[in-house]
C-alpha cells in the first residue's frame, strides 16, 4: 500500500470512529472454534421412537388430541400408554436417558415447563467462577455449562450425537416447552452433532427459545420459537445446517439468527463450492427483525417471508467475538419482504421494557428492541463482502428496500491498519422485485436503496427507484460486471454522522438517542436537518458580512449571492424530506457551488489567494452536486463532500478575515471590480526610506486667511 493510500486508510479510520461505540452488545459466548466441515445435513428419521415424553392426565391428553385426524389420534392414544408405563414426564429425563448416538425421543402434545430444571442453582453451581457478558450473564465454558447443566438452560443436550426430537401433535403448537422467563435458554443443544428437531415450540426466555452451539449437522424443522428477550432461533459456530417450515415472532432481536455460520467461503468470488446453512420455508414477524447474523457466512436464505418487524433480514461485522468476521457470502434468494414498519422504540420509552421480563406484555405483542435498527428496512448489511440479493420481492417498506454501510474492522477487536476499510465489497443487488407485490400490485418503499458510499464492487439493478445516493454503480449480466463501480475508502460525511448518533442506543439505560429518525426525531429534531441548519446559518452569516462590506458594488457577487441562499434554503429544505429528497440535495450543491464560484471571481482581482481558494471550494461544490445527483466519480478515494467539509472550514474562517479588515469594497457592477487590499504582504525595502507627508485632515470649513504656498 502506497504511502497516500495509508494516509487516507486513516482518515477512514477517523470518520469510521463515528461508528464505534454500538451501545448494546450481540450474542456473547465462550471462544469456539468452526467446525471441520466432515459433518453432513442430518436425514429424518421414520420409526417407532426410542424414548418418549408424556404427562400423566388422560383427560387432558385426550382433550387435546380430540381434533386430530383419526390415525393421528389412534397413534397418540398408543404412544401415551406406553409413555404412562415406561416414558418420562420432562424432556430433560429423556435426553439423559439417551445412551448412545441414533436415539429418538418423541414428545407427546402437552405443556412442557421442565420443572426440575427451574430453581435458581445451588453450592457449586452458584459458585462458578466465569466472566460476565455485558448483558449480565455469565459466560460458562463447556464443562461448566456440564457441570451445572440448569444454570441457563431448561433443557441442556450435551455432546448427544445424531439425536432426533419430534413431537407428535397434529401442528408445532400442540408440544410446547415454556421457560416461563426463568432461563436464558429454553434448549440448548451443544456440541451435537447430527440433531433434529421436529414438530414443537419454545418459548418465553431471557435468551433464545432454541440455541445450537458448534455443531457440524443440524436440522430445525417445522419448529415454533416465540416471545424471547433476544433470539427465536440461534445458531452459532455450526455447519452443515438446515432450517425449513419454521417460523419465529415476539423477539428482541431476531427471529432467525444464524451467527458466525462456518466460514467455507471466504477467499471465494460470488461462485462458491457449497453453504454451510440453509434456511427455507420460514416465516420470521413482529420481532426487531427477521434474520439476523453477525458473521452470518455462507448462508442461503431462500423462499422465506419475513414481514412485519423493524427490519427484514440484518447481516452484519459489527460486534466482536465471532469466528468468522467479516460477514461474507450470504445469499438471499425469492425471499417475500415486506412491511417492516413496526414501531417497538415506544415501549423502550414508555418503561415498558424496564419491568421483568414475565411482565412486559410479550404474549400481546410487546417487542424489546436490543440494538440500534434503522426501522422499516428490508435488508440490511452493516459490513459484509460478496452478498448476493437476486430475485427477493421487497416492498412496502417506509424507510429502504436495501441498506448498506460499512464498518471499521476496530469495532470488531482488529486493530491492524490494512483491515479498517475491509468491509462493503462486491454486494450485488440484482433481479430483484421492488415496489410490488406478487400479485403486481404497487406498494412501493419510501426508498430503494441507502447506501453510506464506501466499498468497491457493489452494484445494483438498473430498474431500483429512489436512491440516495440518487445514481448507483450497475450489475452487469455476470456477476462481478459493474458499470461506474467506485472505490471509496469512507461513507458520506453527513451519514457517518447520522450512524454515530443512531448507534447511542441502551435498551437497558432506556437511552433512545435525540435527533434520530429511528427512535422518532421529527423535523429539526433530526440530526441532519441540525447540521444542514447550522451550516446554513452560518454561511448565511459569513457570507452576507462580506458581501455588504467588500462585495456589494459587484453584480457577478450580488447575482452568485443570491443563489447561494437559494441553495442553501434548499439545503436545508431537503433535509427535512428525508429520504424522498432524491434531488433536492444536488440542486442545493449545484446553487451552492456557483455561489462560492461567483464571489470567488469577484474576488479574485483584489484578494487573488482568497478568490481561488474560493473558487476552488465552489468547483469541489459543483463536483459533489455532480456526484450525488448524476453519477458517483470513479477513481477517488473520498467523496468530494470530505474535501469541501474541510476546505469550508478554513474558507468560513478567512472569509471573517476577509470582512472585518478594513479596506476598499469591489468597484464597479461589472463583476470586474475587486475587494480590499490584497492577500500578498507589504513588499519591505532594503534601505530605509522616508516615510511619505501625512495628507492634511479635511477641514469642517476653508480657512481663509491660509494663502495657497503657506507651508501650515
Given at each position: 500500500?502506497?504511502?497516500?493510500?495509508?494516509?487516507?486508510?486513516?482518515?477512514a479510520v477517523?470518520?469510521?470512529?463515528l461508528?464505534?461505540?454500538?451501545?448494546?452488545?450481540?450474542?456473547?459466548?465462550?471462544?469456539?472454534t468452526?467446525?471441520?466441515?466432515?459433518?453432513?445435513?442430518?436425514?429424518?428419521?421414520?420409526?417407532?421412537?426410542?424414548?418418549?415424553?408424556?404427562?400423566?392426565?388422560?383427560?387432558?391428553?385426550?382433550?387435546?388430541?380430540?381434533?386430530?385426524?383419526?390415525?393421528?389420534?389412534?397413534?397418540?392414544?398408543?404412544?401415551?400408554?406406553?409413555?404412562?408405563?415406561?416414558?418420562?414426564?420432562?424432556?430433560?429425563?429423556?435426553?439423559?436417558?439417551?445412551?448412545?448416538?441414533?436415539?429418538?425421543?418423541?414428545?407427546?402434545?402437552?405443556?412442557?415447563?421442565?420443572?426440575?430444571?427451574?430453581?435458581?442453582?445451588?453450592?457449586?453451581?452458584?459458585?462458578?467462577?466465569?466472566?460476565?457478558?455485558?448483558?449480565?450473564y455469565?459466560?460458562?465454558?463447556?464443562?461448566?455449562?456440564?457441570?451445572?447443566?440448569?444454570?441457563?438452560?431448561?433443557?441442556?443436550?450435551?455432546?448427544?450425537?445424531?439425536?432426533?426430537?419430534?413431537?407428535?401433535?397434529?401442528?408445532?403448537?400442540?408440544?410446547?416447552?415454556?421457560?416461563?422467563?426463568r432461563?436464558?435458554?429454553?434448549?440448548?443443544?451443544?456440541?451435537?452433532d447430527?440433531?433434529?428437531?421436529?414438530?414443537f415450540?419454545a418459548?418465553?426466555?431471557t435468551?433464545?427459545?432454541?440455541?445450537?452451539?458448534?455443531?457440524d449437522?443440524?436440522?430445525?424443522?417445522?419448529?415454533?420459537?416465540?416471545?424471547?428477550?433476544?433470539?427465536?432461533?440461534?445458531t452459532f459456530?455450526?455447519?452443515?445446517?438446515l432450517?425449513?417450515?419454521?417460523?419465529?415472532?415476539?423477539?428482541?432481536?431476531?427471529?432467525?439468527?444464524?451467527?458466525?455460520?462456518?466460514?467455507?467461503?471466504?477467499?471465494?468470488?460470488?461462485?462458491?463450492?457449497?453453504?454451510?446453512?440453509e434456511?427455507t420455508?420460514?416465516?420470521?414477524?413482529?420481532?426487531?427483525?427477521?434474520?439476523s447474523?453477525?458473521?452470518?457466512?455462507?448462508?442461503?436464505?431462500?423462499?422465506?417471508?419475513?414481514?412485519?418487524n423493524m427490519?427484514?433480514?440484518?447481516?452484519?461485522?459489527?460486534?466482536?467475538?465471532?469466528?468468522?468476521?467479516?460477514?461474507?457470502?450470504?445469499?438471499?434468494?425469492?425471499?417475500?419482504?415486506?412491511?417492516?414498519?413496526?414501531?417497538?422504540?415506544?415501549?423502550?420509552?414508555?418503561?415498558?421494557?424496564?419491568?421483568?421480563?414475565?411482565?412486559?406484555?410479550?404474549?400481546?405483542?410487546?417487542?424489546?428492541?436490543?440494538?440500534?435498527?434503522?426501522?422499516?428496512?428490508g435488508?440490511?448489511?452493516?459490513?459484509?463482502n460478496?452478498?448476493?440479493?437476486?430475485?427477493?420481492w421487497?416492498?412496502?417498506?417506509?424507510?429502504?428496500?436495501?441498506?448498506?454501510?460499512?464498518?471499521?474492522?476496530?469495532?470488531?477487536?482488529?486493530?491492524a491498519?490494512?483491515?479498517?476499510t475491509?468491509?462493503?465489497?462486491?454486494?450485488?443487488?440484482s433481479?430483484?422485485?421492488?415496489?410490488?407485490?406478487?400479485?403486481?400490485?404497487?406498494r412501493?418503499?419510501?426508498?430503494?436503496?441507502?447506501?453510506?458510499?464506501?466499498?468497491?464492487?457493489?452494484?445494483?439493478?438498473?430498474?431500483?427507484?429512489?436512491?440516495?445516493?440518487?445514481?448507483?454503480?450497475?450489475?452487469?449480466?455476470?456477476?462481478?460486471?459493474?458499470?461506474?463501480?467506485?472505490?471509496?475508502?469512507?461513507?458520506?460525511?453527513?451519514?457517518?454522522?447520522?450512524?454515530?448518533?443512531?448507534?447511542?442506543?441502551?435498551?437497558?439505560?432506556?437511552?433512545?438517542?435525540?435527533?434520530?429518525?429511528?427512535?422518532?426525531?421529527r423535523g429539526?429534531?433530526?440530526i441532519e436537518?441540525?447540521?444542514?441548519?447550522g451550516?446554513?446559518?452560518?454561511?448565511?452569516?459569513?457570507?452576507?458580512?462580506?458581501?455588504?462590506?467588500?462585495?456589494?458594488?459587484s453584480?457577478?457577487?450580488?447575482?452568485?449571492?443570491v443563489?447561494?441562499?437559494i441553495?442553501?434554503?434548499?439545503d436545508?429544505?431537503?433535509?427535512t424530506?428525508?429520504?424522498?429528497?432524491?434531488?433536492?440535495?444536488?440542486?442545493?450543491?449545484?446553487?451552492?457551488?456557483?455561489?462560492w464560484?461567483?464571489?470567488g471571481?469577484?474576488?479574485?482581482?483584489?484578494?487573488?489567494?482568497?478568490?481561488?481558494v474560493?473558487?476552488?471550494?465552489?468547483?469541489?461544490?459543483?463536483?459533489?452536486?455532480?456526484?450525488k445527483?448524476?453519477?458517483?466519480?470513479p477513481?477517488?478515494?473520498?467523496?468530494?463532500a470530505?474535501?469541501?467539509?474541510?476546505?469550508?472550514?478554513?474558507?468560513?474562517?478567512?472569509?471573517?478575515?476577509?470582512?472585518?479588515?478594513?479596506?476598499?469594497?469591489?468597484?464597479?457592477?461589472?463583476?470586474?471590480?475587486?475587494?480590499?487590499?490584497?492577500?500578498?504582504?507589504?513588499?519591505?525595502?532594503?534601505?530605509?526610506?522616508?516615510?511619505?507627508p501625512?495628507?492634511?485632515?479635511p477641514?469642517?470649513?476653508?480657512d481663509?486667511t491660509a494663502?495657497?504656498?503657506?507651508?501650515?
Amino acid at each position: 500500500m502506497s504511502w497516500t493510500r495509508r494516509l487516507l486508510a486513516v482518515l477512514a479510520v477517523l470518520a469510521a470512529a463515528l461508528l464505534a461505540a454500538p451501545a448494546a452488545q450481540a450474542h456473547e459466548e465462550r471462544p469456539v472454534t468452526l467446525p471441520d466441515g466432515t459433518g453432513s445435513v442430518p436425514v429424518y428419521r421414520t420409526g417407532e421412537p426410542d424414548l418418549l415424553v408424556c404427562k400423566t392426565d388422560r383427560a387432558d391428553f385426550e382433550r387435546r388430541i380430540s381434533g386430530f385426524p383419526e390415525a393421528l389420534k389412534a397413534r397418540n392414544l398408543t404412544l401415551f400408554e406406553r409413555c404412562r408405563t415406561s416414558g418420562y414426564r420432562h424432556l430433560q429425563q429423556a435426553v439423559d436417558a439417551v445412551d448412545g448416538p441414533g436415539k429418538n425421543i418423541a414428545i407427546l402434545p402437552g405443556l412442557y415447563e421442565e420443572e426440575p430444571s427451574l430453581p435458581a442453582p445451588k453450592g457449586e453451581c452458584a459458585r462458578l467462577k466465569a466472566p460476565d457478558s455485558k448483558l449480565g450473564y455469565q459466560i460458562l465454558s463447556y464443562e461448566q455449562q456440564a457441570q451445572c447443566p440448569h444454570n441457563q438452560n431448561l433443557v441442556a443436550i450435551l455432546g448427544k450425537k445424531d439425536l432426533q426430537i419430534e413431537g407428535t401433535g397434529a401442528a408445532r403448537t400442540d408440544v410446547v416447552i415454556d421457560a416461563k422467563y426463568r432461563k436464558l435458554n429454553a434448549i440448548r443443544s451443544d456440541k451435537s452433532d447430527g440433531i433434529y428437531f421436529r414438530n414443537f415450540t419454545a418459548q418465553r426466555t431471557t435468551f433464545n427459545s432454541l440455541y445450537v452451539l458448534a455443531q457440524d449437522g443440524f436440522v430445525i424443522d417445522d419448529v415454533l420459537t416465540r416471545w424471547n428477550d433476544e433470539y427465536g432461533f440461534l445458531t452459532f459456530a455450526s455447519d452443515h445446517g438446515l432450517y425449513k417450515n419454521c417460523e419465529s415472532y415476539g423477539n428482541g432481536d431476531s427471529g432467525i439468527y444464524p451467527g458466525s455460520a462456518s466460514d467455507i467461503n471466504d477467499g471465494y468470488g460470488y461462485d462458491v463450492p457449497r453453504y454451510s446453512i440453509e434456511i427455507t420455508g420460514c416465516r420470521s414477524h413482529h420481532s426487531m427483525v427477521g434474520y439476523s447474523g453477525t458473521a452470518g457466512d455462507s448462508v442461503y436464505v431462500h423462499d422465506n417471508e419475513f414481514d412485519h418487524n423493524m427490519g427484514g433480514a440484518s447481516m452484519d461485522s459489527a460486534f466482536p467475538g465471532h469466528p468468522g468476521l467479516p460477514q461474507n457470502h450470504a445469499r438471499f434468494e425469492r425471499n417475500l419482504i415486506h412491511d417492516n414498519n413496526a414501531d417497538y422504540y415506544r415501549y423502550v420509552a414508555d418503561g415498558t421494557c424496564a419491568k421483568p421480563p414475565a411482565e412486559r406484555g410479550y404474549e400481546d405483542g410487546v417487542v424489546c428492541p436490543q440494538i440500534s435498527m434503522p426501522p422499516g428496512t428490508g435488508i440490511i448489511t452493516a459490513g459484509g463482502n460478496w452478498n448476493r440479493y437476486e430475485d427477493n420481492w421487497i416492498y412496502g417498506q417506509n424507510r429502504a428496500a436495501f441498506f448498506l454501510s460499512a464498518v471499521p474492522a476496530f469495532i470488531r477487536g482488529e486493530n491492524a491498519l490494512g483491515k479498517q476499510t475491509d468491509t462493503s465489497h462486491h454486494n450485488r443487488y440484482s433481479g430483484n422485485h421492488l415496489g410490488k407485490d406478487k400479485n403486481g400490485k404497487s406498494r412501493p418503499n419510501a426508498t430503494d436503496v441507502w447506501w453510506d458510499g464506501q466499498g468497491d464492487g457493489n452494484c445494483w439493478q438498473s430498474d431500483a427507484g429512489a436512491s440516495t445516493p440518487r445514481s448507483l454503480p450497475s450489475c452487469g449480466a455476470e456477476r462481478g460486471d459493474v458499470s461506474g463501480s467506485t472505490d471509496r475508502l469512507v461513507g458520506e460525511p453527513v451519514k457517518l454522522a447520522q450512524l454515530l448518533v443512531c448507534a447511542d442506543y441502551d435498551v437497558r439505560a432506556r437511552r433512545l438517542p435525540a435527533g434520530c429518525d429511528w427512535y422518532g426525531a421529527r423535523g429539526i429534531a433530526r440530526i441532519e436537518v441540525q447540521a444542514a441548519l447550522g451550516i446554513a446559518v452560518v454561511l448565511l452569516l459569513v457570507g452576507g458580512v462580506l458581501w455588504w462590506r467588500r462585495l456589494r458594488t459587484s453584480r457577478l457577487a450580488t447575482v452568485a449571492s443570491v443563489l447561494g441562499v437559494i441553495g442553501l434554503g434548499l439545503d436545508v429544505a431537503g433535509s427535512t424530506m428525508g429520504l424522498a429528497a432524491t434531488y433536492v440535495p444536488a440542486v442545493a450543491l449545484l446553487l451552492t457551488g456557483l455561489w462560492w464560484t461567483g464571489i470567488g471571481l469577484a474576488l479574485r482581482p483584489a484578494r487573488p489567494v482568497f478568490g481561488w481558494v474560493t473558487v476552488v471550494l465552489g468547483a469541489l461544490t459543483l463536483l459533489d452536486a455532480l456526484d450525488k445527483g448524476v453519477f458517483m466519480i470513479p477513481w477517488i478515494p473520498l467523496s468530494p463532500a470530505w474535501v469541501r467539509g474541510l476546505l469550508g472550514l478554513v474558507w468560513v474562517v478567512w472569509a471573517v478575515v476577509a470582512a472585518a479588515r478594513h479596506g476598499v469594497r469591489a468597484e464597479g457592477a461589472d463583476g470586474d471590480g475587486g475587494a480590499e487590499g490584497s492577500d500578498a504582504p507589504e513588499p519591505v525595502s532594503a534601505a530605509p526610506s522616508t516615510p511619505a507627508p501625512a495628507a492634511p485632515a479635511p477641514s469642517a470649513k476653508p480657512d481663509a486667511t491660509a494663502s495657497e504656498g503657506d507651508p501650515s
